[in-house]
């Protein structure tokens, strides 16, 4: 049981370039998340799916996009990334009204 | 709405005195309240939660919680603390109709040997 699971951990990207976060997880959990967190800033909801097939919006969702690909995965993208974005990524599934969350990808945005 | 606030950036304590972090929070309805801790180049680890019941809730590594609702507040204690404890903490809070818990700001705390 590996819970949820990110990659990669640490990432470098020029300005303007695009990636995709991936996360999996093994919990049979119905809603997961995209957070980032930065220096003094706390924890930011990106975007959220409350269940497969269904994505909504946080509160910081300009530049990213999601895909909830299966009841397992669920994806963050950066289709043009900027040094705003510049951060760490955690991901988060929520089961028996707790979140548990991934080890997080570093993003570095030169 | 709902929102937390952490109002400690730093928290220092002595390995074997008691220590708190506190936390306080506004939400419409009955919480939800989490903590969570971090440890360096971590996710967050969840440490225990209200939702409902005893006011005062056990957790993982000797912590433990006390929710007060009419000072709104949900400080997170343990009676005496480990060099091992040291990291980052987190409170949380969501209504009971909510997929989204707002999260404070986070407490560092350090324990000096």
């Known amino acids: 049981n590996a819970g949820v699971t990110q990659t990669p951990k640490f990432q470098v990207l020029k300005t303007g370039q695009s990636m995709t976060l991936q996360c999996a997880q093994d919990?049979?959990?119905?809603?997961m998340y995209w957070y980032r967190q930065d220096p003094g800033m706390g924890l930011r909801l990106i975007y959220y799916?409350?269940?497969?097939?269904?994505?909504d919006k946080g509160e910081v969702p300009n530049g990213y996009n999601v895909s909830r690909l299966n009841k397992r995965e669920f994806s963050l993208r950066l289709e043009s990334a900027a040094p705003s974005q510049t951060s760490v990524y955690f991901c988060?599934?929520?089961?028996?009204?707790?979140?548990?969350f991934g080890p997080g990808t570093r993003l570095l945005v030169l | 709405a709902q929102s937390v606030a952490q109002p400690e950036d730093q928290v220092n304590v002595a390995e074997g005195n008691p220590l708190t972090v506190k936390c306080t929070y506004s939400v419409s309805g009955n919480p939800y309240l989490f903590w969570y801790v971090q440890y360096p180049n971590r996710g967050l680890q969840f440490l225990l939660k209200?939702?409902?019941?005893?006011?005062l809730v056990k957790g993982s590594y000797g912590f433990e919680a006390e929710f007060n609702k009419s000072q709104t507040s949900f400080h997170l204690k343990k009676p005496s603390a480990l060099v091992s404890d040291s990291a980052l903490y987190f409170c949380a809070v969501r209504s009971g109709g909510s997929y989204i818990p707002t999260f404070g700001r986070g407490t560092s705390l350090i324990v000096h040997p």
């Open positions: 209200y939702i409902t019941g005893d006011n």
């Open positions: 919990m049979n959990h119905n809603s």
């Open positions: 799916s409350a269940s497969e097939g269904t994505t």
């Open positions: 988060a599934s929520r089961g028996q009204e707790t979140q548990y």
